[in-house]
């Protein structure tokens, strides 16, 4: 059988009455490519989400809006675009629990990075400065793999052209995490936990290059395999 992954959903309310759980059809596509089977997770009541997460072998974490600031002690400013309130607290105790009650390998992309960095006490740049790297929606960038790193070792490779779409970024990395990539402009562009199978975060959107990337999702799919199998 193959690994199942879950993976979170947007939450997109046009009104009080008319609320949508969401996600792009890429990040489905990639866990499929890798040799997966995609479990939607919305957000649910904690008593019954427990159970789910007996039988899942990774869990992927999407990119979406931004995360309050108040979790890493800031007030916002004017650029942040809160993701659903509803979204944060389910993804702040779904995380949680991949982290520390059932420990499958975790992949955060964008969102899902910096939502592993701030589970972690770690805080985020509320907006990029600007640079002569252009970080913002739905552009590419180069980014620097660092040898002694997982990513490196998936890669094979210390540079690569990546689809970007985001403002905000870590600033304070959070406890036990590594930085594995930056961009030119020393941006950090990917963190992970070394002494772990397999916890990645990066800030890129690997799923809408999946060739370039089909790397990453095929070794976060081979540890979940090692995942089920224990």
Known sequence: MKPIIGVNTDVNRKSSSDTCYTILKNYVAAIESAGGIPLLLPPMAKEDLTPLLKNIHGMLFIGGNDYSPSLYGEKP???IELIDQERENFDLTL??????????????I????QL???????????DIPESNVKHGK????YVEIEKNSKLYDIYKATRLNV???????IKKLGHGLTISAYADDKIIEAIEITNKNFII????HPERDLAGNLP???????????????
């Open 138 to 141: 739905h552009l590419w960038h």
């Open 95 to 108: 995380m949680n629990l991949c982290l520390n009650d059932f420990k499958v390998p975790i992949l955060g």
């Open 201 to 204: 975060g990066v800030q890129w």
């Open 110 to 113: 964008c969102g899902g990075c």
């Open 77 to 79: 400013d004017e650029t």
């Open 216 to 230: 990453l999702f095929k070794a976060f799919i081979e540890s979940s395999l090692l995942c089920r199998n224990k």
């Open 163 to 169: 689809p970007t779409n985001h403002h905000q970024a």
């Open 116 to 126: 592993l960095n701030i589970s972690l006490n770690g805080s985020l740049i509320q």
